[in-house]
């Protein structure tokens, strides 16, 4: 299936659903850009930076070497993630849970991830920040965590309660109230994506 172009959007969601649902989305030919479906509309993001990647990176070792531990399942994007009929997401890493596990299948993660990190970009900003928060909420994803490379900020979002919390990290150690196990040593993290930009000759 090929999508007509002028159905992308590059910012946030329309207010009103449009008329695309799960199935069209994976009826795709593979041959588009980075494509998501939000409440039925499509939406294209570019390519990612180097510098964007790095990030997904070192987040996807941690919490891949953190499910080895718990039983539970980590991986980064591209992967499809089914939140509903008409909202099928690209996280750039996921996490589920050892007793959340038969969500996850070898084609795609059918249902809401326990953890969801976006890394920020100047193009997908305020969609990770607004459209996807209201998304993954009513989704019932218990975690999200957005990651500002350029700010060096890393947001802990609870999404449990009736309104988003934000909980910080205690002397640098984030620990999750709702994932045994999950946690993020802050220092250690950015300073292993220091080490590996130092790398890059034209950074």
């Known amino acids: 299936m090929r999508v007509p172009m002028q159905i992308y959007e590059r910012y946030s969601p329309a207010s009103q659903e449009g008329p695309y649902r799960a199935r069209d989305y994976l009826r795709l030919s593979g041959d588009e850009e980075r494509c998501e479906l939000l409440l039925g ?3 294209m993001s570019p390519a990612p930076t180097v510098a964007h990647q790095i990030v997904v990176a070192v987040i996807t070792r941690h919490l891949t070497e953190l499910a080895k531990r718990t039983g539970g399942f980590a991986v980064s994007s591209p992967v499809d993630v089914v939140l509903s009929d ?5 996280p750039d890493v996921v996490y589920v849970s050892h007793d959340r ?11 809401a991830p326990d953890l969801i990190v976006e890394v920020l970009s100047p193009g997908t900003s305020r969609r990770d920040r607004i459209g996807k928060l209201a998304l993954y909420r009513a989704a019932r994803v218990a975690e999200y965590w957005l990651v500002d490379a350029e700010a060096r900020t890393l947001e802990f979002l609870d999404l449990r309660d009736e309104q988003p919390a934000v909980r910080f990290a205690q002397e640098d150690l ?6 045994t196990g999950v946690h993020l040593d802050l220092t250690a993290f950015w300073r292993e994506i220091d080490e590996t930009l130092e ?5």
Do not use: K
Request: hydrophobic share 35%.
């Open 101 to 111: 596990l038969e969500i996850v299948n070898r084609q795609r993660i059918d249902g």
């Open 174 to 179: 984030y620990e999750s109230l709702h994932l």
């Open 86 to 90: 008409r909202t099928v997401v690209q």
């Open 199 to 203: 790398r890059i000759p034209n950074s």
């Open 41 to 43: 509309t499509f939406y």
